[in-house]
């Protein structure tokens, strides 16, 4: 129907490539072209994410008839076995990223649900849960640590820093607001560059660009005339 967001996801290195069409997972070879389809959601599936390694593809739909939760299904990418079925999130799920040693996946509900939250990749338990005060639409772990990541919303930037304590892990959380130069505004979308800047785009076609150390955006330019995904 049009909903799903970041709902393809490949990786060079390996060749492995794999979209999205209603509740059915398509995965190709590109380098043998052999072509896949996976099947376990019975609703939409609205988006997916492939760990760096692409060992693992996560993939989520909105709830079951019956079920109080949207699923989450973990997939083995080399032999198509589903390894883990993950429910948490009350509604749509908006967005899901791997961290960049591969050891979390965090999931991101849609405006209605409004929780981060945490997964162990080891054991795909729940490490931690946090509610956000607005909608948030896309989220990003850091490439420099596993312990950083960010999500955008509603006027700005939410830097999340991950503390673990024995098994216990919690989530602190930095709001940074969108310079005002830019008014009211959405952030609609979030990408990682070097040297610790995190580039953010709006609903307006504005690029924010980030300074991960301070939290601070540094500058903006017009790119677009429209919203940026």
């Given amino acids: 129907n049009g909903n799903g967001r970041g709902n393809m996801v490949w990786n060079p290195d390996t060749g492995f490539f794999a979209y999205t069409c209603g509740c059915i997972i398509v995965v190709e ?9 996976w099947l376990a959601h019975t609703e939409e599936i609205s988006t997916l994410a492939v760990s760096h390694d692409a060992q693992v ?6 709830k079951r008839n019956g079920n109080s939760r949207c699923q989450i299904c973990i ?3 080399q032999d198509g076995a589903r390894t883990a079925n993950l429910f948490h999130h009350e509604t749509q799920i908006q967005a ?4 960049q040693d591969d050891r979390f996946l965090v999931t991101l509900g849609d405006y209605s649900d409004q929780t981060v939250a ?3 990749t080891y054991t795909y338990q729940l490490l931690s849960s946090a509610r956000v005060l607005e909608p948030v639409h896309d989220v990003a772990f850091s490439p ?3 312990r950083e990541l960010a999500c955008v919303g509603k006027g700005g930037v939410t830097f ?3 503390e673990q304590q024995g098994a216990d892990v919690s989530l602190k959380v930095h709001q940074a607001p969108a310079p005002d130069v830019l008014g009211p505004v959405e952030l609609t979308s979030l990408c990682y560059g070097a040297d610790a800047l995190l580039y953010s785009g709006t609903n307006s076609g504005q690029i924010c660009v980030w300074d991960t150390e301070t939290n601070c955006c540094f500058m903006t330019w017009e790119a677009d005339e429209g919203e940026i995904g």
């Fill in 160 to 162: 999340w820093l991950l």
């Fill in 118 to 120: 945490l997964w162990s």
């Fill in 29 to 37: 070879d590109l380098h043998s072209g052999l072509q896949n389809h």
């Fill in 57 to 62: 593809l996560a993939s989520a739909s909105g």
């Fill in 75 to 77: 997939w083995n990418t």
């Fill in 144 to 146: 420099l640590s596993h």
């Fill in 96 to 99: 899901m990223a791997f961290s």
